[in-house]
């Protein structure tokens, strides 16, 4: 945190990487208030990872820190008098690249007395892209190394079923392993859902089951994030929210199908698998079981494809790329090099699927769909 204060006596925006778990939403904030930079706005593409980071900060700071998405926070930058009221501004999960939060971080950029914490968790390749962008922004890495070791385990084989995979892996590692709390992702609500169904139908003696996806009610998020009573094994089924969002303490198994929470479901990539792993021996040594081969974690990317820059988010891309092009909207060059699509037809495209109207101007289905967080 010294290292911080001390950049922000010669630069506006700051570029913090740190693993998911390390305080970024929660402790950040609060230590900028702290030290003289409140009030404080800390803004997540995730609504669900913006009210768990509320809930850590406490009551006591609900005047100086303030949590939102990314969403919300460029609403709240028009006019841009309203954000001049906070000091800093926290800009979470930048290496989603979620457009929201491109937009966000450029907005809060260019109010000059705000300063900016633009937050990573993709290492030195995201940290030097982002500096670049912010015109070589310094850098804060907190890169920690795993706190106990943990054992890899590969499937033997292809996995036909991945859901009922994630089934009998958790109901395997809790009737025959040493004792531990188990988290185990599926890639949406719906299987996440039906996939705590299955396990509470089982009826295993010990065995509490939670959930965690973005859907789900605030008020319970407790059930996941609480240790589980004495005597038993918690698992919690989540989606891509416990990957980098939010942390999941005291888990000893990580189960991994190896997919992630996109349309169409893809692999994820090793640098996402090694993110999962990371959150197994958070209370001992750890085990991380891949429902996948090892030949299959070698054939995966590197590193994760921004969100944006995704097939699923063609039209999201479009809608801002033409409000770009039209009145010349910064955020897009955050995004890479091949995050801004060819402009081609685009107009006709976008009437045709019902992003812009004959005049046009966005529609609310383009606004919604092109800033959309989880």
Not at 5 to 29: M, N, T
Not at 53 to 71: C, I, P, S
Not at 238 to 263: C, H, L, M, Q, W
């Amino acid at each position: 945190m010294p290292t911080i204060l001390e950049y922000f006596e010669g630069h506006q925006v700051i570029i913090v990487s740190a693993a998911p778990g390390s305080g970024k939403s929660s402790v950040l904030p609060w230590c900028l208030a702290r030290s003289g930079y409140g009030p404080v706005i800390c803004a997540q593409p995730r609504h669900f990872a913006a009210t768990v980071a509320a809930a850590k900060a406490g009551e006591e700071w609900e005047r100086d820190v303030a949590f939102t998405t990314t969403r919300r926070l460029l609403g709240e930058t028009r006019p841009p008098v309203v954000l001049a009221a906070f000091r800093a501004v926290v800009i979470d999960e930048a290496h989603d690249r979620v457009l929201g939060t491109a937009r966000a971080a450029v907005a809060a950029g260019e109010m000059g007395r705000v300063r900016v914490v633009v937050c990573t968790a993709d290492g030195p390749a995201d940290e030097d892209a982002l500096s670049g962008f912010f015109g070589g922004a310094p850098v804060v890495a907190f890169h920690r190394a795993a706190p106990n070791p943990v054992l890899v385990h590969y499937s033997r084989g292809p996995v036909l079923d991945m859901l009922s995979a994630v089934v009998d892996e958790v109901a395997e590692i809790h009737g025959s392993s040493t004792p531990g709390d188990v988290l185990a992702f599926l890639p949406d609500v719906v299987r996440v859902e039906e996939a705590c169904h299955r396990l509470e139908q089982l009826g295993m003696p010990g065995l509490v089951v939670s959930r965690m996806h973005d859907h789900f009610p605030a008020e319970f998020m407790g059930d996941a994030l609480d240790p589980a009573p004495s005597g038993c094994t918690k698992v919690v089924v989540a989606t891509d929210v416990a990957e980098t969002a939010v942390r999941v303490p005291g888990i000893t198994y990580v189960v991994d199908p190896g997919v992630r929470s996109e349309e169409p479901f893809e692999m994820i990539s090793r640098e996402a698998a090694r993110r999962r792993l990371g959150v197994a021996g958070d209370a001992g040594p750890g085990h991380c079981h891949r429902l996948y081969m090892q030949d299959n974690y070698t054939g995966f990317e590197e590193h994760n494809v921004p969100a944006i820059r995704r097939d699923g988010s063609w039209h999201a891309v479009q809608a801002r790329a033409h409000a770009h092009e039209t009145c010349r909207m910064p955020g897009f060059e955050l995004l890479g090099p091949s995050g801004l699509p060819e402009l081609d037809d685009v107009v006709g495209q976008l009437v045709d699927g019902g992003y812009l109207d004959k005049h046009t101007e966005p529609t609310e289905k383009a606004e919604r769909k092109a800033y959309d967080e989880d």
